[in-house]
């Protein structure tokens, strides 16, 4: 029941953001015939413009520049009151009302201008405003009839006064406000006729026509029905998460941390794909949606990676405008996204990364674009898409938080882990010196068949290194830290104590080894392989003492080791390593027919013990494990040349 706590939280959480109220859409295609019965208008509703199409018609107006002048009343007035006495006021004034301006005319093609007198701005035909030379003959031709001989010319002047950063002002705000509509659809009109091919015209008019419909008046369904279906949306996705998880890797349901982890990567993004399409649904493609594989793939299966991803992106198959070109560019960057990171995860490289991701949401858009199925602005886009690729690399630090708040452990922190300097490691190399050596051991050894089966060699070797750190605490019961042994070949530790005893004392550093993990904060992976190196095996060497002392096998549980078996391939591969570094410094025969046999017989007897019950490892793999395993010693024990002994040519010399 625990483990179906979060996923219930998970449920309410994506059913409460869920739209509220139903909405009409249709499956349709341009290009394609109308599937469904003859759209008619139900009401009045403006057709939209296309972005491509605003974008042109902002493109148009801001192309027609109309200047603004300022009409200057106090030359005109000055200018005026000076003709007076010569009675050619009135002859001016009609000139100075007309406009005067430079001999240069009219700034730009415009066949339109404005005069700006006061607040307000009369619109003037460009062709009725004078320039100077023109207005001065006019008046000089005038003057000619009431006073000749009089200079008069100098009483016309420019008295509009060009203001360029006002016009430039007004024609950008004109370009901004362009109509959004291209005409109406009055009611009772025909949208769309059955069977019809569907035009770009009539597109745009259908999606006019739901725009309208769904923000004003809303789809008319039951409300106990709309949200019964909201309901088995919500269950949907869950459901998908839950076998998501059951199929994959079903040992996250056992660890909280993880668990919990991937549960709210989950919600977050999720409730992102439902949300975002509807508050703005024109920059849906700033939002890192690739983000969320890559906080999950610091932690993750890869298997288990995607389909988490994936169903997290199936609400904008439903909720985004263009819902299978949108899931389909966010589930492309995100799966290329998570292998290139592999390689480019440190530093500038992340910007590399970044880069590569942007390359492929781009390229999928621009194929989905190319076929009519995705629509918006190209170079809109690609600068959103862009900037959501830079969000990732902005974003990714956040797995360090994560780490430390549910106590993962990523591939970085698995670097710190196999850091053989840290301070439990350098305690157990100086309390039990015998124990490290063999954990390094171990660790090459398991290092060497995780990298041939594919597994993970990194966790590998951290498991390695920790698997028995118990061992400190009693360093001198264990053979590898003693420094001798007794006449009869037994262990000077173990000579007055029983069988018994003796195994309590061996078995006791996993729960020694789980208890320091745990003390020195650990993550539970890597307590995972102290619990699990030995599973559930017996301490054969003392239990075979206790048989032939005349003991019961009724009580083999007191030789037992109280772990659990292992369930990953890394800690599979951990079992038979530690088993054959340990027994392979009894061999005498360093024959490949000795290693052979000797590999064979340690696998065979963990599988007899039902010790890979649980295990993930394949057949296959098993395989490929006993093949390394035996070249590893065969190389780690190669013959040597023997080199003669030769005395020291000095000492001859001296004799």
Known sequence: MKKFVPLIFVFFIILLVLPRSAKLSYDYRKG?????????????FPILKTEDQLLEDRRQASEVL???????????????????????????????????????????????????????????????????SEARAAFAEAALEVCPGENVADLVVPNLRYDKQLT???NTNAAESVSPTSGYVSAGQYIVKQDEIVTAEIDQIITSYLKEYNSSMGATSSPFLFWLGNGIIALLLVVFLFFAIRLVNPTVFSD?????????????????SIVFPRLHPDYLFVIPFVLCALLLEAFFDDRLVVMTYAISLLPLLFYAEGGRGVFTIFLSGGVISMITFKHFNKGWRQFLNAIITFSVLFAVFLGFKFTDLSGGNLLRTAWMLLFSAFLCVAGYPLSYLFEKIFNLVSVYRLNELCDTSSPILRELEQKAPGTFQHSLQVMNMADAVAGAIGANVQLVRAGALYHDIGKMLNPMCFVENESMLSTDGTLRYHEDLSPQQSARDIIKHITDGDELAQKHRLPSVIRAFILSHHGTTVVEYFYDRFLKAGGS???????????????????????????????????????????????????????????????????????????T??????????????????KNKLIGLLK
Request: charge should be negative.
């Open 32 to 44: 394609a015939p109308w599937k469904y019965e003859t759209l008619i208008a139900p009401f009045d």
């Open 66 to 132: 109309v200047p603004y002048y300022k009409y200057l009343d106090d030359v005109a007035d000055r200018n005026i009151r000076a003709a007076e006495p010569l009675g050619l006021a009135s002859v001016l004034k009609s000139i100075y009302e007309k406009g005067v301006v430079g001999d240069d005319g009219i700034s730009g093609p415009s066949e339109v201008i404005y005069i700006l007198k006061g607040k307000r701005a009369f619109a003037q035909p460009a062709g009725e405003v004078l320039p100077l």
């Open 168 to 170: 430039e002002q007004l």
């Open 256 to 272: 909280n941390g993880k668990y919990l982890y991937l549960t709210l990567i989950f919600t977050v993004f999720t409730v992102l």
């Open 553 to 627: 096998p009724a009580e083999i549980g007191e030789f037992t080791y109280p772990g659990v078996k292992p369930v990953t391939r890394e800690q599979t591969i951990l079992m038979l390593c530690d088993s054959i570094e340990a027994a392979s410094r009894s061999l005498k025969d360093y024959s490949p027919e000795s290693f052979d046999s000797f590999v064979e017989r340690i696998v065979e007897g963990k599988m007899e013990q039902g010790q890979f019950s649980d295990a993930e490892i394949s057949v296959k793999d098993l395989g490929i494990v006993k093949s």
């Open 629 to 646: 395993l035996k070249n590893y010693l065969a190389q780690m024990y190669h013959g040597r040349i023997a080199y003669p002994k030769r």
